[in-house]
Protein backbone atom coordinates (compact mmCIF):
# COMPACT_ATOMS: atom_id res chain seq x y z
CA UNK A 1 0.00 0.00 0.00
CA UNK A 2 1.75 3.34 -1.05
CA UNK A 3 0.32 6.99 0.51
CA UNK A 4 2.15 9.92 -1.68
CA UNK A 5 2.50 13.47 -0.03
CA UNK A 6 4.02 16.36 -0.07
CA UNK A 7 3.48 17.63 3.23
CA UNK A 8 6.69 18.54 5.09
CA UNK A 9 7.86 16.00 7.99
CA UNK A 10 8.56 18.30 11.37
CA UNK A 11 10.08 15.29 13.49
CA UNK A 12 12.44 13.29 11.11
CA UNK A 13 13.59 10.73 13.98
CA UNK A 14 9.84 9.11 13.51
CA UNK A 15 11.14 8.32 10.03
CA UNK A 16 14.24 6.82 11.25
CA UNK A 17 13.02 4.56 14.31
CA UNK A 18 9.50 3.54 12.18
CA UNK A 19 12.05 2.11 9.12
CA UNK A 20 14.57 0.74 11.69
CA UNK A 21 12.31 -0.94 14.33
CA UNK A 22 9.09 -2.98 13.80
CA UNK A 23 6.42 -1.49 16.48
CA UNK A 24 3.75 -3.96 17.31
CA UNK A 25 0.61 -3.86 15.54
CA UNK A 26 1.64 -0.94 13.47
CA UNK A 27 2.20 -1.53 9.84
CA UNK A 28 6.01 -1.62 8.89
CA UNK A 29 6.61 1.10 6.73
CA UNK A 30 9.45 2.43 4.03
CA UNK A 31 9.99 5.61 2.58
CA UNK A 32 10.66 6.40 -1.35
CA UNK A 33 11.42 9.84 -2.51
CA UNK A 34 10.36 10.30 -6.30
CA UNK A 35 9.93 13.26 -8.46
CA UNK A 36 9.92 15.69 -5.12
CA UNK A 37 6.92 13.78 -3.21
CA UNK A 38 7.42 11.44 -0.18
CA UNK A 39 5.77 8.14 -0.98
CA UNK A 40 5.02 5.75 2.40
CA UNK A 41 5.17 2.35 1.88
CA UNK A 42 3.30 -0.09 4.37
CA UNK A 43 3.76 -3.89 3.89
CA UNK A 44 -0.13 -5.12 3.42
CA UNK A 45 1.09 -8.65 2.27
CA UNK A 46 -0.99 -11.16 4.56
CA UNK A 47 -3.12 -9.11 5.24
CA UNK A 48 -6.68 -7.27 4.84
CA UNK A 49 -8.43 -4.06 5.04
CA UNK A 50 -11.12 -4.34 7.85
CA UNK A 51 -14.36 -3.98 5.89
CA UNK A 52 -13.17 -6.49 3.13
CA UNK A 53 -12.14 -8.99 6.64
CA UNK A 54 -16.15 -8.46 7.42
CA UNK A 55 -17.47 -8.64 4.01
CA UNK A 56 -20.11 -6.98 4.89
CA UNK A 57 -21.24 -8.48 8.19
CA UNK A 58 -21.35 -6.18 11.66
CA UNK A 59 -18.49 -6.23 14.28
CA UNK A 60 -19.33 -8.86 16.44
CA UNK A 61 -18.05 -8.91 20.39
CA UNK A 62 -14.96 -10.84 19.46
CA UNK A 63 -14.00 -8.50 16.93
CA UNK A 64 -14.40 -5.54 18.58
CA UNK A 65 -12.23 -6.49 21.48
CA UNK A 66 -9.68 -7.83 18.95
CA UNK A 67 -9.68 -4.15 17.74
CA UNK A 68 -9.80 -2.41 21.32
CA UNK A 69 -7.16 -4.79 22.29
CA UNK A 70 -5.10 -3.93 19.48
CA UNK A 71 -5.38 -0.33 19.69
CA UNK A 72 -4.53 -0.63 23.50
CA UNK A 73 -1.43 -2.14 22.62
CA UNK A 74 -0.04 0.06 20.17
CA UNK A 75 -0.90 3.40 22.74
CA UNK A 76 1.38 1.22 24.86
CA UNK A 77 4.37 0.86 22.84
CA UNK A 78 4.25 4.27 20.66
CA UNK A 79 5.72 5.91 23.89
CA UNK A 80 8.67 3.97 23.85
CA UNK A 81 9.43 4.16 20.16
CA UNK A 82 9.13 8.18 20.64
CA UNK A 83 5.75 8.05 18.44
CA UNK A 84 2.82 10.47 19.36
CA UNK A 85 -0.59 9.07 19.23
CA UNK A 86 -2.12 11.95 17.34
CA UNK A 87 -0.08 10.55 14.38
CA UNK A 88 -1.89 7.37 14.46
CA UNK A 89 -4.73 7.05 11.75
CA UNK A 90 -8.39 5.41 12.71
CA UNK A 91 -9.13 5.43 8.84
CA UNK A 92 -11.37 2.65 8.07
CA UNK A 93 -9.21 2.01 5.06
CA UNK A 94 -6.02 2.29 6.69
CA UNK A 95 -7.11 -0.38 9.59
CA UNK A 96 -6.13 -3.97 8.25
CA UNK A 97 -6.54 -7.68 9.69
CA UNK A 98 -3.79 -10.16 9.85
CA UNK A 99 -4.94 -13.26 8.08
CA UNK A 100 -2.60 -15.99 9.91
CA UNK A 101 -3.18 -14.20 13.21
CA UNK A 102 -6.60 -12.57 13.14
CA UNK A 103 -4.57 -9.34 14.56
CA UNK A 104 -5.26 -5.83 13.66
CA UNK A 105 -2.41 -3.57 12.43
CA UNK A 106 -3.15 -0.02 12.37
CA UNK A 107 -0.99 3.20 10.12
CA UNK A 108 1.37 5.53 11.30
CA UNK A 109 1.26 8.57 9.49
CA UNK A 110 4.04 10.84 10.41
CA UNK A 111 2.27 13.57 8.20
CA UNK A 112 -1.27 13.14 10.25
CA UNK A 113 -2.62 16.29 12.49
CA UNK A 114 -5.09 16.48 14.77
CA UNK A 115 -6.09 15.36 18.24
CA UNK A 116 -6.17 11.38 18.77
CA UNK A 117 -8.76 11.51 21.67
CA UNK A 118 -11.18 13.47 19.35
CA UNK A 119 -10.44 11.11 16.69
CA UNK A 120 -10.92 8.30 18.80
CA UNK A 121 -14.61 9.34 20.10
CA UNK A 122 -15.22 9.91 16.40
CA UNK A 123 -14.14 6.38 15.31
CA UNK A 124 -16.10 4.68 18.29
CA UNK A 125 -19.07 7.01 17.09
CA UNK A 126 -18.89 5.09 13.28
CA UNK A 127 -18.58 1.60 15.01
CA UNK A 128 -21.42 2.18 17.22
CA UNK A 129 -23.61 1.93 13.62
CA UNK A 130 -21.58 -0.94 12.67
CA UNK A 131 -21.27 -3.53 15.57
CA UNK A 132 -23.90 -6.65 15.70
CA UNK A 133 -26.79 -5.00 17.83
CA UNK A 134 -27.88 -8.75 17.60
CA UNK A 135 -25.29 -9.59 20.84
CA UNK A 136 -26.02 -7.66 23.94
CA UNK A 137 -22.49 -7.80 25.59
CA UNK A 138 -20.88 -5.99 22.11
CA UNK A 139 -23.41 -3.28 22.22
CA UNK A 140 -22.48 -3.00 26.14
CA UNK A 141 -18.90 -2.65 25.03
CA UNK A 142 -19.28 -0.18 22.33
CA UNK A 143 -21.27 2.05 24.32
CA UNK A 144 -19.36 1.58 27.87
CA UNK A 145 -16.08 2.65 25.69
CA UNK A 146 -18.00 5.36 24.21
CA UNK A 147 -19.25 7.03 26.73
CA UNK A 148 -15.28 6.88 28.32
CA UNK A 149 -14.34 8.49 25.28
CA UNK A 150 -16.35 11.46 25.39
CA UNK A 151 -15.56 12.88 29.35
CA UNK A 152 -12.45 15.50 29.09
CA UNK A 153 -9.15 15.22 30.47
CA UNK A 154 -8.62 11.47 30.07
CA UNK A 155 -6.63 9.17 28.56
CA UNK A 156 -7.59 6.79 25.70
CA UNK A 157 -5.18 4.59 26.66
CA UNK A 158 -6.08 4.52 30.52
CA UNK A 159 -9.80 3.57 28.91
CA UNK A 160 -8.58 0.62 26.76
CA UNK A 161 -6.69 -0.94 29.65
CA UNK A 162 -9.45 -0.74 31.87
CA UNK A 163 -11.90 -1.94 29.87
CA UNK A 164 -9.52 -4.75 28.84
CA UNK A 165 -9.13 -5.90 32.34
CA UNK A 166 -13.44 -5.70 32.71
CA UNK A 167 -12.72 -4.04 35.54
CA UNK A 168 -14.80 -0.63 36.50
CA UNK A 169 -13.32 2.80 35.39
CA UNK A 170 -12.03 4.90 37.56
CA UNK A 171 -14.40 6.65 39.87
CA UNK A 172 -14.41 10.80 38.05
CA UNK A 173 -16.06 8.59 35.13
CA UNK A 174 -19.53 7.61 35.72
CA UNK A 175 -20.32 3.90 35.47
CA UNK A 176 -22.89 3.46 32.63
CA UNK A 177 -24.25 0.19 33.55
CA UNK A 178 -26.04 1.48 36.26
CA UNK A 179 -26.86 3.91 34.24
CA UNK A 180 -28.40 1.76 31.40
CA UNK A 181 -29.98 -0.11 33.80
CA UNK A 182 -31.81 3.10 35.14
CA UNK A 183 -32.77 4.00 31.40
CA UNK A 184 -34.27 0.22 30.46
CA UNK A 185 -35.97 -0.16 33.96
CA UNK A 186 -37.77 3.40 32.73
CA UNK A 187 -38.56 2.24 29.30
CA UNK A 188 -39.98 -1.21 30.51
CA UNK A 189 -42.23 1.15 33.52
CA UNK A 190 -43.07 3.60 30.61
CA UNK A 191 -44.42 0.57 28.14
CA UNK A 192 -46.34 -0.81 30.70
CA UNK A 193 -47.80 2.31 31.71
CA UNK A 194 -49.22 2.61 27.75
CA UNK A 195 -50.23 -0.77 27.20
CA UNK A 196 -52.62 -0.34 30.53
CA UNK A 197 -53.57 3.27 29.01
CA UNK A 198 -54.78 1.30 25.79
CA UNK A 199 -56.24 -1.45 27.19
CA UNK A 200 -58.18 0.81 29.26
CA UNK A 201 -59.31 2.94 26.38
CA UNK A 202 -60.51 -0.13 24.67
CA UNK A 203 -62.30 -1.26 27.46
CA UNK A 204 -64.27 1.84 27.24
CA UNK A 205 -64.76 1.59 23.36
CA UNK A 206 -66.19 -1.41 23.45
CA UNK A 207 -68.62 0.06 25.75
CA UNK A 208 -69.67 3.10 24.67
CA UNK A 209 -70.27 1.01 21.75
CA UNK A 210 -72.68 -1.37 22.90
CA UNK A 211 -74.01 0.95 25.13
CA UNK A 212 -74.94 3.49 21.34
CA UNK A 213 -76.29 0.47 19.87
CA UNK A 214 -78.73 -0.24 22.94
CA UNK A 215 -80.07 3.07 22.79
CA UNK A 216 -80.51 3.21 19.17
CA UNK A 217 -82.72 0.31 19.16
CA UNK A 218 -84.43 1.88 22.29
CA UNK A 219 -84.78 5.29 20.09
CA UNK A 220 -86.30 3.40 17.23
CA UNK A 221 -89.02 1.29 19.37
CA UNK A 222 -89.95 4.54 21.16
CA UNK A 223 -90.25 6.33 17.65
CA UNK A 224 -92.17 3.26 16.62
CA UNK A 225 -94.67 3.26 19.47
CA UNK A 226 -95.25 7.02 19.39
CA UNK A 227 -95.81 7.10 15.88
CA UNK A 228 -98.64 3.89 16.20
CA UNK A 229 -99.75 6.06 19.07
CA UNK A 230 -100.12 9.71 18.60
CA UNK A 231 -100.77 9.49 14.32
CA UNK A 232 -103.91 9.28 13.41
CA UNK A 233 -105.00 6.10 11.43
CA UNK A 234 -106.07 7.61 8.78
CA UNK A 235 -102.80 9.84 7.87
CA UNK A 236 -100.97 5.95 8.65
CA UNK A 237 -103.20 4.76 6.06
CA UNK A 238 -102.58 7.35 3.46
CA UNK A 239 -98.84 7.01 3.80
CA UNK A 240 -99.35 3.08 3.46
CA UNK A 241 -100.93 3.78 0.46
CA UNK A 242 -98.36 6.31 -0.97
CA UNK A 243 -95.68 4.09 -0.09
CA UNK A 244 -98.00 0.98 -2.18
CA UNK A 245 -98.00 3.68 -5.11
CA UNK A 246 -94.72 4.59 -5.16
CA UNK A 247 -94.16 0.73 -5.41
CA UNK A 248 -96.14 0.86 -8.70
CA UNK A 249 -94.44 3.75 -10.20
CA UNK A 250 -90.91 2.41 -9.71
CA UNK A 251 -92.02 -0.94 -11.29
CA UNK A 252 -93.63 1.06 -14.60
CA UNK A 253 -90.15 2.76 -14.75
CA UNK A 254 -88.50 -0.13 -14.51
CA UNK A 255 -90.45 -2.19 -17.48
CA UNK A 256 -89.68 0.92 -19.59
CA UNK A 257 -85.92 0.69 -19.41
CA UNK A 258 -86.06 -2.23 -20.13
CA UNK A 259 -87.83 -1.71 -23.05
CA UNK A 260 -84.94 1.05 -24.24
CA UNK A 261 -82.21 -1.17 -23.39
CA UNK A 262 -83.64 -3.82 -25.82
CA UNK A 263 -84.07 -0.96 -28.55
CA UNK A 264 -80.67 0.08 -27.91
CA UNK A 265 -79.18 -3.87 -28.20
CA UNK A 266 -81.09 -3.89 -31.57
CA UNK A 267 -79.47 -0.69 -32.86
CA UNK A 268 -76.31 -2.12 -32.20
CA UNK A 269 -76.44 -5.30 -33.51
CA UNK A 270 -77.53 -3.91 -36.60
CA UNK A 271 -74.60 -1.34 -36.58
CA UNK A 272 -72.04 -4.45 -36.17
CA UNK A 273 -73.41 -6.53 -39.45
CA UNK A 274 -73.03 -3.09 -41.29
CA UNK A 275 -69.30 -3.15 -40.02
CA UNK A 276 -68.63 -7.11 -41.08
CA UNK A 277 -69.97 -6.38 -44.23
CA UNK A 278 -67.87 -3.03 -44.92
CA UNK A 279 -64.78 -5.12 -43.36
CA UNK A 280 -65.43 -7.80 -45.95
CA UNK A 281 -65.08 -5.42 -48.96
CA UNK A 282 -61.60 -3.53 -47.75
CA UNK A 283 -58.30 -5.01 -48.50
CA UNK A 284 -56.82 -6.44 -45.31
CA UNK A 285 -53.21 -5.27 -44.09
CA UNK A 286 -50.71 -7.68 -42.70
CA UNK A 287 -48.37 -6.67 -39.87
CA UNK A 288 -45.17 -8.82 -38.60
CA UNK A 289 -44.11 -8.76 -35.63
CA UNK A 290 -40.87 -8.13 -34.75
CA UNK A 291 -38.52 -10.69 -32.66
CA UNK A 292 -36.29 -8.54 -30.03
CA UNK A 293 -32.84 -10.59 -30.19
CA UNK A 294 -30.81 -9.91 -26.85
CA UNK A 295 -27.23 -8.35 -27.39
CA UNK A 296 -24.76 -11.00 -27.99
CA UNK A 297 -21.78 -9.42 -26.32
CA UNK A 298 -23.72 -8.79 -22.72
CA UNK A 299 -22.33 -10.53 -20.05
CA UNK A 300 -25.01 -13.06 -17.88
CA UNK A 301 -22.50 -13.07 -15.33
CA UNK A 302 -21.99 -17.00 -15.50
CA UNK A 303 -18.12 -18.15 -14.41
CA UNK A 304 -17.91 -21.37 -16.15
CA UNK A 305 -15.09 -23.58 -14.13
CA UNK A 306 -11.87 -25.00 -16.30
CA UNK A 307 -9.82 -26.85 -13.86
CA UNK A 308 -9.40 -30.26 -12.64
CA UNK A 309 -10.81 -30.27 -9.03
CA UNK A 310 -14.76 -30.18 -9.72
CA UNK A 311 -14.82 -27.29 -8.61
CA UNK A 312 -18.82 -25.69 -9.65
CA UNK A 313 -19.76 -22.81 -11.83
CA UNK A 314 -20.73 -19.68 -10.69
CA UNK A 315 -23.65 -17.53 -10.99
CA UNK A 316 -22.55 -13.89 -9.81
CA UNK A 317 -26.34 -12.33 -8.28
CA UNK A 318 -26.55 -9.20 -6.60
CA UNK A 319 -24.73 -6.04 -6.61
CA UNK A 320 -21.67 -7.15 -4.32
CA UNK A 321 -20.54 -10.46 -4.60
CA UNK A 322 -17.29 -12.26 -2.88
CA UNK A 323 -15.41 -15.39 -3.48
CA UNK A 324 -13.65 -16.84 -1.38
CA UNK A 325 -12.89 -20.04 0.49
CA UNK A 326 -15.08 -19.48 3.84
CA UNK A 327 -18.17 -20.89 3.13
CA UNK A 328 -19.75 -17.93 6.09
CA UNK A 329 -18.61 -15.28 4.10
CA UNK A 330 -18.20 -15.86 0.93
CA UNK A 331 -21.36 -15.88 -1.70
CA UNK A 332 -19.02 -18.36 -3.85
CA UNK A 333 -17.39 -20.73 -1.99
CA UNK A 334 -13.84 -22.65 -3.77
CA UNK A 335 -12.76 -25.68 -1.79
CA UNK A 336 -8.98 -25.38 -3.06
CA UNK A 337 -5.70 -24.75 -0.76
CA UNK A 338 -4.68 -22.08 -3.55
CA UNK A 339 -7.97 -19.69 -2.29
CA UNK A 340 -7.72 -17.28 0.39
CA UNK A 341 -10.50 -17.06 2.93
CA UNK A 342 -12.05 -13.75 1.25
CA UNK A 343 -10.18 -13.82 -2.21
CA UNK A 344 -11.98 -11.57 -4.69
CA UNK A 345 -14.96 -9.30 -5.06
CA UNK A 346 -17.35 -9.19 -8.26
CA UNK A 347 -19.29 -5.54 -8.77
CA UNK A 348 -22.54 -5.43 -10.81
CA UNK A 349 -22.70 -1.38 -11.93
CA UNK A 350 -25.41 -0.58 -14.53
CA UNK A 351 -25.46 -3.80 -16.08
CA UNK A 352 -21.49 -4.08 -16.29
CA UNK A 353 -19.40 -6.16 -14.19
CA UNK A 354 -15.93 -5.32 -12.51
CA UNK A 355 -13.57 -7.59 -10.69
CA UNK A 356 -11.00 -6.79 -8.01
CA UNK A 357 -8.72 -8.62 -5.61
CA UNK A 358 -8.89 -8.78 -2.17
CA UNK A 359 -5.04 -9.47 -0.88
CA UNK A 360 -4.84 -12.85 -1.98
CA UNK A 361 -2.33 -14.65 -1.16
CA UNK A 362 -2.31 -16.50 -4.14
CA UNK A 363 -3.67 -13.76 -6.26
CA UNK A 364 -6.21 -12.86 -8.81
CA UNK A 365 -5.42 -13.20 -13.10
CA UNK A 366 -7.86 -11.72 -15.46
CA UNK A 367 -6.38 -12.55 -19.21
CA UNK A 368 -3.05 -13.51 -17.49
CA UNK A 369 -2.42 -10.40 -15.96
CA UNK A 370 -2.09 -10.43 -12.02
CA UNK A 371 -4.46 -7.91 -10.33
CA UNK A 372 -3.50 -5.36 -7.62
CA UNK A 373 -5.18 -5.13 -4.47
CA UNK A 374 -8.34 -3.08 -4.59
CA UNK A 375 -8.30 -1.85 -8.33
CA UNK A 376 -11.30 -3.10 -10.46
CA UNK A 377 -11.09 -4.32 -13.70
CA UNK A 378 -13.99 -4.86 -16.40
CA UNK A 379 -15.21 -7.99 -17.11
CA UNK A 380 -15.56 -8.54 -20.60
CA UNK A 381 -17.46 -11.68 -22.38
CA UNK A 382 -15.03 -14.52 -22.33
CA UNK A 383 -12.69 -13.39 -20.27
CA UNK A 384 -10.67 -15.71 -18.59
CA UNK A 385 -10.49 -15.28 -14.86
CA UNK A 386 -7.64 -17.56 -12.49
CA UNK A 387 -8.44 -17.70 -8.50
CA UNK A 388 -5.27 -18.39 -7.58
CA UNK A 389 -4.90 -22.01 -9.16
CA UNK A 390 -8.36 -22.52 -10.79
CA UNK A 391 -9.20 -21.01 -13.96
CA UNK A 392 -12.66 -19.58 -14.72
CA UNK A 393 -14.37 -18.45 -18.26
CA UNK A 394 -16.66 -15.30 -17.85
CA UNK A 395 -20.14 -15.63 -19.88
Known sequence: MCIETTKDIVQSHELILLQKYQVPQLLDMQIVIQDGKMQYWFEVTGKQ???DYLGGKPIGMEMLRTILFSLEQVCEKMPEFLLKEDRLSLQKELIYVDLADKTVHFTYLPFEDGCFPEKFQAWMAETLKEINHQEQACVELAYQVYEASINENIS???????????????????IFETVEKEKKAEFLQRDLQEE????????????????????????QWEIKEYFQSRVPSSIRNYLKSNESQKAKESTILSRLSRKKSGEKEKKTQKEKQKKKKTSKEMPIEMYHTQKLYKNKDQPEGKMVYQGENQCEDI???GVEFFIGRNSGQADANIKTESISRLHARILKKEGEYYIEDLNSTNGTYLNGEKLEYHKSEK??????????AEAYVFY
Do not use: C, Y
Not at 158 to 163: C, D, G, I, M, S
Not at 379 to 388: H, R, T
Open 49 to 51: QLA
Open 156 to 174: IHQVLREVMKNNVLKPEIP
Open 196 to 219: QVLSQKKKIGTFLADAIAEKKEEI
Open 315 to 317: WIQ
Open 379 to 388: LNKNDMVQFG
